[in-house]
């Protein structure tokens, strides 16, 4: 019968949520102990799935020393784990490097592998033994490739390697620990742990290489969306005969897209936006969804969009409507009005000339970024760090729709 | 278009006025407050709208009273003639040349533009358009003087542009404080700050490891420094104790007390005493015993010499043995057998003689065979006995009883002989022969009992039937010699008994002891008495020493106990100086209650640090103030995020204007150029203006000779003159680039300039009113004589004061 192990990663427990914003009353509190009630439901999935040991990749904390409340929760959390002997493994990951005292150092049942070096610890089950190797981070920016250095050995059993790292680059995640899957198959693991990117992710089949993602989403960006949780891995012997995602989140971020073709009205536009959460809200279960909605295409409902504080007043309105479990975190529009692009690059009005000007930026993201970064000085403050980078085309998009919508009401008008 | 009549309905002062331009250059001049600025106002009111505020022009209210109201005909370029009438506040009416509503329409195709602005900044231009001429290098006054390039599209970019101003600065500008942005900062200042507070209240909390870590070191600390002051204190303590612990020893031992001089007879003297004296009454026991066992002795010696006197035994000669018993009693019985034999021999023998027998046959003695079978028998045993013993008597007794038996049997077989035909012949005599014969056996027998006799040291005499007599005595014998020995030995062992107690007290007695078992006694007994009385005084010194050992020991104890063997703390404790001590301990007490104190406050901290660890575990605030910190942040993301994305569209905006207005201003410079070397007369030939909005870039006159001189370094009447000049080519690149066609409205222009240039600019309006109705508004003659001079061909309408 096979036995079971649980693999979490990225948890920023007690960490605030990023990118939301302030929210209608009465989320305030849902939001503050969302990511310490999913770490309660990943205790809650090892004593229900009866796993022999957790695996934790890194960045337990958002920060090296966590804060009182995330370590008190983790400390009652690994206490039952401990009543039923199920043991914990954990690395440091660059959020929480391991640059002095381990906030689970001296937790009963918890082996916190060291920094710079891969160490493993073999634990003897009814099933078999079982070895575990791991590595911490020893400060934030690690740049060298740490699965170079994990090392079988010739111990018999179950071989899982835990690390938080990035397998090439990706966008919205710095890259720390690089490595290839090639460097990860050449250590010969039955298992890779993985721990960094946000979103779940199947990197390899055979042996299986998985980033859990995140147990609870932290904000609005793509990587956050959607279901998070662990990874129930089930092994027999030296062999892992299956894996599954269960999903632990407690608040869940998600984005539907409306397109704004064939919408009449105001009327029409809200009705399109409801519908659109009304599917989203089903998927999550119960859960608090924090939806945002990204109009897009042409109609003329566009005019509406281009109003000065429209679509803040727009998700206001709606919102008040909404139940405890959707919250409207921002409604944003890449849409344009109804007009045909092609038809207007060929004319000979100013606003080809814009057009042109916009096709022109879109075609070289490195002008556009250099754009975007001239006008971002005036920003000064840490919060607004790298917004110029964020989602460029999408916003040159947005810009486009926007200059093109004023200057076409202004033809209209003329 | 063109305009063909204004009219002045109700409008600043001139109210009814009503003016009738010709095509080509009208000069509308007259004096000062003759309502010329008014007129050009009013055309500008009748044709985009009268100004509702007073930021947006002059607002020139009727002074009759009634909302601003007015008529412009104007001749669209197809020789068509409308009548736009307008009144603020109500709709604009448009009119045929019959009377009759033809809609905005034809008001919009005869303006081509919507916007007052562009009307502004092409179309109607005074001499203070021409004085800001130096302002050509600022990117912006540049992108209104060249806006009209733009118009060409159909379309303003500038009310774009100001929109996407209008509503990025709603959002943010730099020192702005009002702004979103402005706000959002704050707030996420105020977040921040409030979330470093609270974190700097849960420091300790927050470095929970550490802070314990501190706190129990500091409970460590003070817990060391009020051991260490106490520690102090009890030294001193025990220094002073000690000290008077060495006192009282000192002056214990100095109670030991003195020797009593009696000497304490030992516990086995005292033994022996005492066992003398028990033994002593033994021994006098056994003195008399041993008189009385002597008696014995000597009376039972004497029961045995009178029983040997009675069998003749010598006194020293040994009791004859059991075997001499038995031999004797052998040769007694074989006396008696053979005696009874010779006895009946005779008997028989005498019979036979004294009867005269008949011829019987008479019987020959029987032998005794038997009698002397076992008289030899007994006799050997009694020569085995007497050779295993050692007794001679018994052996020769023995050898008798052989010899007494062998005789026996031989005489009683010659006489046993069976007795022939001749015996009966002599039966007397044969009767007498046997009782001889039987006679000689008995002798015989009886010679061997008195041989027995002596050899078991009897007396011969004795007879046969003394025999058991004799046995009887022996046992008296035996009996008195046994009674007397073990009397003898009884009184040797009592006396022996006697003698070693006597011995004993008088060894323990010493010299001059009586002998006397009696006065022994007394003596051991008062010996005894003597010890008692010397024990019971060393007794009771021997308990002073102990009870002085004790306190003593105690004293001792209490020295060791409180010194602990430490030589060095004694020798303190010697040399102590209680005076000082006292001081020192004032100073100790005082250092042991601060260490208690800073002891008591540091648990109170640990305590404290503990329950802020735990307060901290279980408090959301840094938690709710951490994500009010976020979502302020978020919240100014948003701001600047919309703002980054409208900056972004008018900067892309603006450039595609830039871009339009470049590609565009080779037409108006080539005008331009055309109309500078025509007022000039050919000083200069043609303008340069930078491309885009290159910081520092200048815009320059060519001249002649090719030299280019910055505008900034020209006179004002020659940067007005060349002003003007672009300001006719934009007019004419408006409308060769299908833009309408406008009347150009001027006002003084001519004003600054000397009368070369003043003739020079006059030419170029001339050679614009050739292309463009151009109404020129004047108050100074000479202008209007410049402009006769132009273009003699003008049409003058002269304006009365109004006042």
């Known amino acids: 019968m096979p036995r079971r192990f649980i693999h979490a990663a990225d948890l920023h427990l007690d960490s605030p949520f990023a990118g939301v914003g302030s929210l209608r009353e009465g989320f305030a509190d849902v939001m503050r102990d969302a990511s310490l009630d999913a770490w309660d439901a990943l205790i809650d999935c090892c004593l229900d799935e009866e796993a022999e040991f957790l695996v934790i990749s890194g960045d337990l904390f958002d920060r090296a020393d966590g804060t009182p409340r995330g370590r008190s929760r983790v400390r009652r959390g690994i206490e039952r784990l401990q009543e039923r002997g199920i043991r914990v493994f954990a690395v440091h990951g660059n959020h929480d490097p391991l640059s002095g005292r381990s906030p689970l150092a001296g937790l009963e049942g918890v082996h916190v592998f060291r920094k710079d070096v891969p160490t493993s610890e073999t634990i003897d089950l009814p099933a078999g033994p079982v070895t575990v190797h791991g590595v911490s981070f020893g400060k934030r920016e690690v740049t060298e490739n740490l699965a170079l250095k994990f090392e079988r050995g010739d111990a018999p059993g179950l071989h899982v390697g835990v690390l938080h790292c990035s397998l090439g680059e990706r966008e919205g995640h710095g890259t720390y620990a690089p490595c290839t899957v090639g460097d990860l198959v050449a250590a010969r693991m039955d298992y890779w742990a993985l721990g960094h990117i946000h979103a779940y992710s199947e990197e390899h089949a055979e042996p299986p290489i998985i980033y859990a993602g995140t147990l609870q989403g932290r904000s609005p960006k793509p990587g956050e969306r959607g279901p998070h949780g662990a990874v129930v891995v089930e092994f027999e012997g030296d062999r892992v005969v299956a894996h599954r995602r269960v999903e632990l989140d407690r608040v869940r971020f998600e984005a539907v897209e409306v397109p704004i073709e064939g919408l009449g009205d105001e009327a029409d536009l809200e009705r399109a936006l409801r519908n659109a959460a009304a599917a989203v809200v089903v998927q999550a279960d119960g859960r608090v969804v924090l939806l945002r909605a990204t109009l897009t295409g042409r109609g003329p409902v566009h005019e509406l969009l281009v109003r000065d504080e429209y679509l803040t007043g727009l998700r206001s309105a709606l919102d008040d409507q909404e139940g405890d479990d959707l919250v409207w975190e921002r409604i944003v529009s890449t849409a344009g009005p109804a007009v045909d692009l092609d038809e207007l690059r060929q004319s000979n009005a100013f606003a080809a000339e814009v057009l042109g000007a916009f096709d022109t930026l879109a075609a070289d993201p490195a002008e556009l970024q250099r754009q975007l970064d001239g006008l971002a000085k005036s920003f000064t403050d840490t919060a607004l760090a790298g917004l110029s980078e964020e989602d460029a085309a999408g916003r040159l998009a947005t810009a486009r729709e926007l200059a093109l919508g004023l200057l076409l009401e202004q033809d209209g008008a003329a | ?803």
């Open chain 2, 1 to 803: 278009m063109r305009i063909a009549r204004i009219e002045a309905i109700a409008y600043g002062a001139i109210g009814g006025r009503v003016v009738e331009p010709e095509p080509g250059l009208t000069v509308i001049h007259g004096p000062n407050e003759s309502g010329k600025s008014s007129t050009m106002q009013l055309i500008r009111g009748v044709l985009f709208g009268f100004p509702a505020l007073r930021g947006e022009g002059p607002r020139r209210e009727p002074k009759g009273g009634g909302q601003r109201s007015g008529r412009v005909d104007i001749v669209a370029d197809d020789g068509r003639r409308f009548r736009v009438e307008r009144t603020h506040g109500s709709s604009v009416v448009i009119t045929d040349e019959h009377g009759e509503p033809v809609g905005d329409a034809a008001l919009m195709r005869a303006l081509g533009i919507t916007s007052v602005d562009l009307f502004d900044r092409v179309q109607t231009f005074d001499s203070r358009d021409l004085a800001s001429m130096g302002l050509l290098d600022d990117p912006s006054v540049r992108a209104g003087v060249l806006a009209s390039a733009v118009l060409g599209g159909g379309a303003g970019a500038e009310p774009v542009l100001s929109a996407l101003q209008k509503r990025a600065d709603a959002l943010y500008k730099k020192q702005g404080e009002n702004q979103p942005y402005a706000h959002a900062l704050k707030a996420v200042t105020a977040a921040r700050r409030a979330l470093r507070e609270a974190e700097k209240d849960a420091g300790a909390a927050d470095r929970s490891a550490d802070a314990l870590a501190e706190a129990e070191a500091r409970v460590a600390r003070a817990n060391e420094q009020l051991v260490a002051a106490t520690q102090d204190l009890q030294r001193l303590d025990r220094l002073v104790q000690l000290r008077a612990a060495l006192v009282e020893a000192t002056a214990v031992d100095a109670q030991r007390p003195e020797a009593t001089g009696v000497e304490e007879p030992s516990v086995e003297v005292v033994s022996e005493y005492r066992a003398i004296l028990t033994d002593l009454p033994v021994a006098i026991d056994a003195r008399r015993r041993a008189t009385q066992h002597e008696a014995d002795a000597a009376g039972e010696r004497e029961r045995a010499v009178r029983a040997r006197e009675r069998v003749g035994l010598a006194g020293t000669a040994p009791v004859p043995s059991i075997a001499d018993e038995s031999g004797l009693r052998a040769a007694a019985e074989a006396v008696r057998e053979a005696e009874r034999e010779a006895t009946r021999l005779g008997d028989v023998a005498r019979s036979a003689a004294t009867q005269l027998p008949a011829p019987v046959e008479v019987a020959a003695p029987t032998p005794r065979r038997g009698l002397g079978a076992a008289l030899i028998a007994v006799s050997l045993i009694a020569i085995g006995i007497g050779w295993f013993v050692g007794i001679t008597a018994t052996i020769i007794g023995g050898i008798l009883g052989v010899a007494v038996g062998a005789a026996i049997l031989g005489g009683l077989g010659a006489g046993s002989r069976p007795a022939g035909p001749q015996l009966h012949a002599t039966a007397a005599d044969q009767h007498q022969a046997a009782a001889a014969q039987a006679e000689a056996v008995a002798e015989q027998a009886r010679a061997a009992w008195r041989a027995s006799l002596v050899a078991s040291g009897l007396a011969a005499e004795l007879r046969v039937d003394q025999l058991d007599d004799v046995l009887a005595t022996f046992g008296v014998i035996r009996t008195a010699d046994d009674a007397a020995a073990r009397s003898a030995a009884l009184a040797q062992a009592d006396t022996a008994t006697a003698d070693a107690i006597v011995a004993r007290a008088i060894a323990a007695l010493g010299e001059g002891a009586p002998t006397e078992l009696e006065q022994l006694r007394t003596a051991v007994d008062r010996a005894l008495h003597d010890f008692d009385a010397q024990r019971e005084i060393a007794a009771t010194h021997r308990t002073d020493v102990q009870a002085w050992q004790h306190r003593r020991e105690l004293a001792q104890a209490h020295v060791d106990d409180l010194s602990r063997g430490d030589a060095a703390l004694v020798a303190a404790a010697e040399a102590l100086d209680l005076e000082q001590a006292e001081a020192q301990r004032d100073v100790l007490d005082g250092q042991v209650d601060a260490a208690r104190g800073e002891h008591t406050e540091a648990i109170a901290a640990l305590g404290g640090t503990r329950a802020l660890i735990e307060n901290a575990e279980d408090s959301t605030d840094l938690a709710m103030l951490a994500q009010s910190a976020a979502d302020a942040e978020a919240d100014l993301r948003a701001v600047a995020d919309e703002w980054l994305t409208l900056q972004l569209a008018h900067t892309i905006v603006e450039q595609a204007r830039d871009r339009f207005v470049e590609e565009h201003q080779p037409g108006v410079f080539e005008r331009a150029a055309t109309q500078i070397a025509t007022a000039t007369n050919g000083s200069w030939v043609t303008v340069r203006m930078p491309d885009g909005e290159k910081a520092g870039a200048r815009s320059e006159i060519v001249g002649r000779d090719g030299a280019r001189t910055p505008f900034a370094e020209l006179s004002e009447g020659t940067v007005g003159l060349v002003y003007l000049c672009l300001r006719a080519g934009l007019v004419d690149e408006m409308h060769d680039d299908g833009g309408p066609e406008l009347p150009v409205l001027m006002d003084d222009v001519l004003t600054h300039l000397d009368p070369e240039r003043r003739a020079g600019a006059a030419a170029v309006i001339a050679d614009l009113a050739t292309r463009h109705q151009v109404l020129y508004f004047t108050c100074h003659p000479e202008q209007v004589q410049a402009l006769r001079d132009a273009n003699p061909g003008l049409t003058e309408i002269e304006l009365q004061r109004l006042v």
